[in-house]
Structures are given as C-alpha cells and as structure tokens.
C-alpha cells in the first residue's frame, strides 16, 4: 500500500523496487479542494436554520396535487412534507427510476410557495432543467449556468434569478447524482450564503456525474435522506420489483427478465437487426419506442436503418434534398433529428433555446444547408445553421443510454455488449412503462482466428453475461470515502491474509535456498510420475516449503505421504498429498494471527528480514 512502513524483502520487490503486491496503475489521487468540498457539502447538510414552511402549506400543496389529477403516495407525501417543514439548509433524498419525483417536487414547489418562499430549479444539464421546470412550474437553468457567472462575475451579471435567491429561496436541484462535487459545492455555498435552502433529489445507482462526484452517499451516511420506495412508472407491479432488485444489484432481479422472454442473445449483427425490427413493428402500430444501445457507432447504424425504413414507407421523401449531419447520416424533411449541443443564441422563445438532447422533426432543408426543425414537445420552430448542423446535429430515432437518461417511452429496446457496468444496465431497463427488452451478444463474430478463445470454445450464457453486469459496480465514490476505506482495517483484511501467507511461502522457499528448492522440484516426479503437472502442485509445493522452514525434509515428507496409501485413483494426486500432510488447513504451522492462517515457523521468527512483514 501507499505509505506502508513496512520494509519489503529483496525476493518480494520488481526490477524497479517496488513491492510485488503493488498493483500498477492502482494509486488514486485527489486534491485538497475537492475533500474541502465535500467536507463543507456533508457540514452543510447539518445546518437547520433555515426557512420551515407551515404545516398547513404543505397540507393545502397536497389537496392541490389531489384536485389536479396527481394524488401523492404515502413515500411522496413524507418528502413533501420533510423537505418543507425541516428548516434544513440543505437535505437529500434518493428516488429510483419511476418513483414519481416529479410529482413530488411539483407540489414541494407548490408548498414552498404557499408559505411566502420562492422556488428555483438547476439540473446537470439542460434538458434535465427543462423538464423540471415543466413540472415545478418555476424558473429553472443549468447549474452550469450559475457556477460560470460566480466563477466570472466580470464578464456578466447574475441572472435575474440567481440575483433574487434570498433567505425565503429553495433551490431544487435534480439528477443530483449526475453534478459533480466542485460544481455543488460552489452553488450550495452561494444559495446557503444568501440564506437559502437547498433539496437534493436523484438516484446514486443512475448514471453518475463526468467530473468527481459521490458526495451523495456521504451525505446519506453522515446525515440520512428521504428515500421514495413507491415505483410509479411500471404497469407491471412485478417490473417495478424487479427493477429495483436490479438497482442493488441482486441476482435475483433476473428472474423477471429471462421468465418474461425480456433478454435476446445472438451475434452483433442479429441483435442490431432485431432491435431494429422491434422498434419498426411498434411504430408501425403507432407505439411510441425506444431504441437504445451503448456506443455512438451503434446508434448511428440503428438511426441509418430507421432513416432507411421511413424513405421505404413513403416514397417521395426518397426524391427530397437532404443534408449531411454530424454522426455522417443524412437527413430531410420528415426525420427526427436531437440536437446534442447546447445553444443559447438559437432561441425558440424568449426562455428556452436549443439544447442538447432535445428532439425534432425536420420541416425543410435549403441549399445553404440551414435545416428547420419543430421541436418535438412544445411545437415550435426554429432554424439551424449549417455550421450548428455540421457539428451537433445527428438523427435521433435511437440514442445512447447516457442520453435517454430521464426519458420514458412505452417500450424500450436496449443492445448491451456485456461490458457495461450495473448503473448502465438498470437505466435502460428502467426507461419502459410497459415492458424493457435487452438485446445481448453472446456468439462469436465468425472469425476463424479465434475459435480456440475459451470465451468462443466455452461462450458465456446471458445469464453468465448479466451477472457479470450486475457485479460491475461504477457508481461514483467520493475521494473522502474512497481514502477512509484504504485505511479501514476491515476492508483491508482480506489483502492483508493473502500477502501475509503468500510471504509466508517466499520466506520459506527463501531460507531453504535455490539448491535445495531444486531438488524438491526433481524430486517430485521421480516420486510420483508428472505431479508437478497436477493442478494442485503449486499448493503443495508451498506446503512441503513451509514445513522445511520448521526444520522437516520436504523430499522426505513428500516420500511418506505419497507412498502412505495408493494415489493412482486420485482425480488431482496433489491436492491428496496436500490433504495427507495436514488435513486442517494449516499447512502443519499450527495456528497464526487468525484462527484459519498458519503460524510463522520458529526459523522466520527471528529473521529480521522477514519479521516485520508477516506479522499483521
């Protein structure tokens, strides 16, 4: 480990000094402000001196949400009514894909403003924003909106709205778990240092923030949060259940999918084809589908393919102009296209703009290469510059995971190639109210050179690759928890027995000298034919060392237990001959630091040069 006191032998270090436990490349870093940041986040969170809105509020925002169609669950009303009545500065509160945290947040905002306060909306990007500002009714933007004017206060004033952000002001950010921690940290700072209050709301098992994050599970450990348990998306209750076990990562959420013909296995180029033809036939009947997959390339591939169906099906839009756009497909009147930068001077109404992530529908093409778009949700208009085209324009029948992250459809259709971590997995299958649908790769690409790979001779099942997914865990960590577990002894124990009975092994081989280690490795045949080809030989040969550091012959060890009884039968003579010599596990030692290690021989007790290593 980095920093460990203890001196390592010359037989357990590499050509460059370093210590032969040392895994290459394992050393993290961080920097002082980012742990001063998370500090101060997790303080803050302990602060509740702020505004508490009355009971009878939140009770008026609840019949409210009632009247309108919107009746909250019991996990919905308790956060309503924590996040409004608890005077904390700032409060967290986890919510699962489907849990209905809009809802939630809307008549939050509602409450807060029923009590005299004033109620502003950030999200990690813009069309998280967007969304929560349909649903709260209130001015919402881009944190990184805000941290630019406080990071460059001479190129620009504040926004009216963050200018007006006072002791009576809640500031709502969502997707919490994609913002980075400096970015937090900042716009925590500045709310609280106005006198206003903070709510956190987003899922730490979602995607997770580019940039140093993982700040939201220190808060949860230090300080606790509210937590909406209640899944609202699902038609099937069972879809929901199942989801959720995903989320933890349990085998068990498996089940749901393989029972229900929810997993497709093939090869790349079947797969692709049969996401495509799963969203074609919900098209076709008017479903409103989702195509996902985990890379740019394959994306591209599926939006040319729906492209190449929609010119099929209408055959004048094959005749129209088209233009270039920036993922190399082609575009014309009639295609969906999602724009993927966000663009402030393109607007399409004195507050909203184009963003990145926001689909449209292409209403005309013109030689210089503008295209005009309707947006697909709010209708309107706008035209885009061949240059913005060029660069951020691509067809939008399907995305990436990242991309569909806060999107809902009625069905989704995702590619995984089975080298994607749990977070990823549990989004796409988390996007569909009626029914989500992997697609997984399990049989080779049919090059010949490389029928003799173990995964070609022996491929693994979807079962095998979905467990596989559900045990890569890419959730953020902050370098706060990150560095408390390093130095976590019981985290820790698991190396420290390995390196300690592995020294144990070098010691011994060690003492009894590179003469003498040979005549045991000739000897071993001459014994018992080919045993050093036994797939325990290596256990053994570790055994019969230690026992010459106790002062035993190792070669006459060998002779007495191999020639004790017949060992023709044997499936694997050596682990025979191992089980022989000692059959308690403690390699004949006796018992050391812990109750299933073997001791230190009495030989390496005194050795300085090894003392200081194997006692842990």
């Known amino acids: 480990r980095s920093g460990d006191p203890v001196e390592v032998p010359e037989a357990l270090r590499r050509s460059d000094g370093s210590s032969v436990y040392t895994i290459a490349n394992s050393a993290r870093f961080t920097s002082p402000d980012l ?85 502003i909306g950030l999200a990690p990007s813009a069309a998280a924003a967007d969304v929560l500002g349909e649903n ?67 899922d730490d098992q979602q995607l997770a923030s580019v940039g140093a994050g993982g700040v939201l599970r220190d808060i949860q450990a230090t300080h606790g949060s509210l937590h909406l348990t209640e ?38 180029a079947t797969m692709t084809d049969s996401v495509f033809t799963a969203w074609q036939q919900s098209h076709a009947t008017g479903g409103d589908a989702l195509m996902l997959a985990p890379t740019r390339d394959l994306v591209a591939e599926l939006n040319q393919r729906a492209r190449q169906y929609r010119l099929n099906t209408q055959p004048d839009a094959a005749q129209q102009v088209s233009v270039t756009l920036a993922d190399g497909n082609h575009a014309s009147v009639g295609d969906t296209v999602i724009t993927r930068t966000n663009d402030r001077t393109l607007r399409i109404a004195a507050t909203d703009w184009v963003k990145n992530g926001d689909r449209w529908t292409v209403t005309g093409v013109d030689e210089r290469g503008t295209v005009s778009v309707q947006h697909a949700k709010n209708g309107r208009f706008v035209d885009l510059p061949a240059s913005y085209v ?7 029948y399907a995305c990436t995971i990242h991309t569909a992250q806060g999107v809902t459809a009625d069905t989704s259709h995702t590619l995984l190639s089975g080298d994607e971590p749990r977070q990823l997995a549990y989004t796409a299958l988390t996007r569909g109210r009626n029914a989500n649908h992997l697609y997984l790769e399990v049989v080779g690409d049919g090059n010949e050179h490389n029928v003799i790979r173990p995964d070609h001779t022996h491929p693994a099942t979807a079962t095998d690759i979905l467990e596989q997914i559900l045990a890569r865990d890419d959730s953020s960590r902050s ?27 070098v010691a011994a081989e060690a003492r009894l000298g590179p003469a003498h280690v040979a005549r045991l490795d000739a000897a071993a045949d001459t014994i018992v034919p080919d045993l050093t080809r036994a797939d325990a030989w290596p256990t053994l040969r570790a055994h019969l060392l230690l026992l010459s550091a106790h002062g035993l012959d190792p070669v006459r060890e060998l002779h007495t237990a191999a020639t004790m009884r017949e060992v023709d039968t044997a499936a694997d003579v050596a682990s025979v001959i191992d089980w022989r010599l000692d059959d308690t596990g403690l390699r004949s030692a006796g018992t050391g630091p812990l109750p299933w290690l073997p001791g230190i021989p009495e030989a ?4 300085p040069q090894w003392l200081s290593l194997i006692h842990i």
């Open 604 to 607: 390496l007790v005194d050795d």
């Open 231 to 268: 899944l609202m998306r699902f038609t099937d209750p069972a879809e929901g259940a199942a989801s959720l076990a995903l989320r933890d990562g349990l085998p068990e959420a498996l089940g749901f999918y393989l029972d229900r013909d929810r997993v497709h296995v093939g090869d790349l």
């Open 136 to 202: 709260i009714g209130a001015t919402t933007d881009t944190m990184a909106k805000l941290t630019w004017h406080l990071d460059h206060p001479a190129l620009g004033e504040l926004p009216e709205w963050a200018a007006a952000i006072g002791p009576a002001s809640l500031v709502v950010i969502d997707e919490a778990g994609m913002a980075d921690t400096l970015s937090l940290d900042k716009v925590i700072d500045f709310v609280i240092a106005r006198g206003g209050s903070v709510r956190l709301i987003g």
């Open 390 to 396: 060029a660069a951020s324009l691509e067809l939008g």
């Open 479 to 505: 370098a706060t928890t990150t560095a408390r577990d390093a130095n976590d002894p019981s985290l820790q124990l698991v190396d420290e027995v390995s390196r300690y009975v592995d020294s144990l092994y």
């Open 35 to 119: 742990l001063a940041a998370e500090a101060r986040i997790v303080a803050r969170a302990g602060q509740h001196d702020g505004l508490r809105i009355s009971a009878a509020a939140v009770d008026l925002a609840m019949l409210s949400s009632t009247a309108n169609g919107l009746p909250l669950n019991a996990g919905q009303a308790t956060l309503v009514r924590e996040m409004a009545t608890s005077g904390a500065r700032l409060q967290l509160a986890i919510a699962p894909a489907g849990a209905g945290k809009t809802t939630a947040m809307s008549a939050l905002a509602h409450a807060w403003s029923e009590g005299g306060g004033t109620v």
